[in-house]
């Protein structure tokens, strides 16, 4: 064990995970690619768990940031006004919002994905003046007690030691065999159920966390004329499945859908920044001045590399690429589940948000860790790590995502004809 591995392990609080998937130091990173100190290379299919949409250290939004730095830009601003924050609003609307005909209001809970979806229930309980949250079987929303509410996994609920209440779990699309839609409607409908008009609903449209489970785009336009129906605010956690990562920026947008609140973090910045913002309908940014604030919510560097990000966006070339390039994953990912029934294999999710879960205990774990003896970082998904998870930068040329599917499908390859000894 080398002595900087030796010194994290002797000093770090033993809840670290990533570590123990991938245990060596990392020195360097560029593009769809990192190295360790040993100057070993690595192709990166874990994109910092969706927080590297475009990559490691992108050379544009690198060059404003130092250009920034170097002119001794603000750092640090918490909410007030700053020039790196002017220009990221006027572009994300310019370049996102208005051209898919999206009015929100954006408000800075704080840099993380969980403080974007605490912002977004307290605003639906305020707004609605009821107290109840809808979530689904399967989701995933953060790791604060709020967030923790709405998520779906029994340990990290358990990590909370207090009880978590005035939330409703529903099933999510295709949870069970019979329509979940209609079980839903009859809860709400029957004033004996037990379950009482939430303030708001919270879903993601690919659950990450949850096994990388898609919602079909019809089975979410039911869930949004449910909303509209009885007055109940429509809250998508686009943390991870938005910016890209799904085929479109907002994983939304082929379902037809306008949520009233959208929540985003993790790729907003483009550079692996913190940064997360809430978007509101204006009709529902009833905030009191400070009601929600956060000592971080004016991370000006991430605002830099987030509006150079959104030069990506500025036409439909880089979208339609990611669209190419989804095709190649999704028919590799069929055909191994074809060519290896021994994995016992289905393909899930959509766009760059997508795996295999296997039926067979314990065998996404070892195809993962022989991938990264191979070379190749990708991590597991699901309740019981049963999902294998593809996250490669969106950018990443189509050779390099076919040396990644290369090594994946030796790795299936090794695990299945050595069962025993991975």
């Known amino acids: 064990m080398s002595k900087n591995l030796d010194t994290i392990n002797h000093h770090e609080s033993v809840v670290r995970t990533y570590i123990r998937n991938f245990p060596t130091v990392f020195t360097k990173a560029k593009k769809h690619k990192m190295w360790d ?152 409908e029957d004033s004996g159920s037990g379950v009482a008009i939430p303030a708001a609903m919270i879903v993601e449209t690919v659950q990450g966390e ?90 000006n560097h991430a605002f830099v590399t987030a509006t150079a990000a959104l030069d990506y966006w500025k036409d439909e070339s880089f979208e339609k690429q990611i669209h190419e390039k989804s095709e190649i994953i999704y028919n590799f990912l069929d055909k191994i589940v074809s060519d290896y029934p021994e994995i016992k294999g289905e393909v899930r999710g959509r766009g760059f948000m997508i795996g295999i879960a296997s039926e067979v205990e314990g065998i996404s774990e070892k195809i993962t860790a022989r991938c990264f003896e191979l070379g190749l970082i990708m991590e597991t998904a699901g309740p019981n790590d049963e999902v294998f998870k593809l996250f490669p930068p969106l950018n990443i040329p189509k050779d390099e995502l076919q040396k990644g599917l290369d090594i994946i499908e030796e790795s299936v390859k090794d695990v299945v004809k050595n069962p025993v000894t991975n």
């Open 210 to 299: 949850g096994g990388i489970n898609a919602a079909r785009f019809d089975w979410l336009k039911q869930i949004e004329e449910i909303c509209r129906r009885w007055g109940i605010l429509l809250i998508i956690d686009d943390v991870q499945a938005g910016i890209g990562r799904t085929g479109s920026f907002f994983s939304f947008e082929a379902a037809g859908i306008k949520p009233d609140i959208v929540c985003l973090s993790k790729s907003l910045s483009g550079y692996g920044l913190p940064l997360a913002v809430t978007l509101i309908k204006p009709e529902l940014d009833i905030w009191k001045p400070g009601e929600h604030n956060g000592t971080f919510r004016g991370n």
């Open 37 to 188: 100190e040993d100057g070993n290379e690595y192709l990166d299919f874990f994109s910092g768990a969706g927080a590297l949409n475009y990559g490691h250290n992108d050379d544009h939004m690198k060059e404003k940031l130092i250009e920034y730095i170097t002119s001794d830009g603000i750092t640090h601003s918490l909410d007030m006004a700053s020039t790196a924050k002017a220009e990221f609003l006027e572009k994300f609307d310019d370049v996102i919002l208005k051209p898919r005909d999206l009015d929100y209001k954006v408000m800075f809970p704080g840099p993380t994905g969980t403080n974007t979806v605490e912002s977004a229930l307290k605003l639906a309980r305020k707004v609605t003046g009821r107290t109840d949250i809808i979530s689904f079987t399967g989701g995933f929303h953060g790791m604060t007690i709020g967030s923790l509410s709405v998520t779906g996994n029994s340990m990290k609920r358990q990590g909370a030691g207090i009880p978590l209440q005035n939330t409703v779990t529903m099933a999510y699309d295709n949870y069970v065999d019979h329509d979940t839609i209609v079980y839903l409607e009859r809860f709400l």
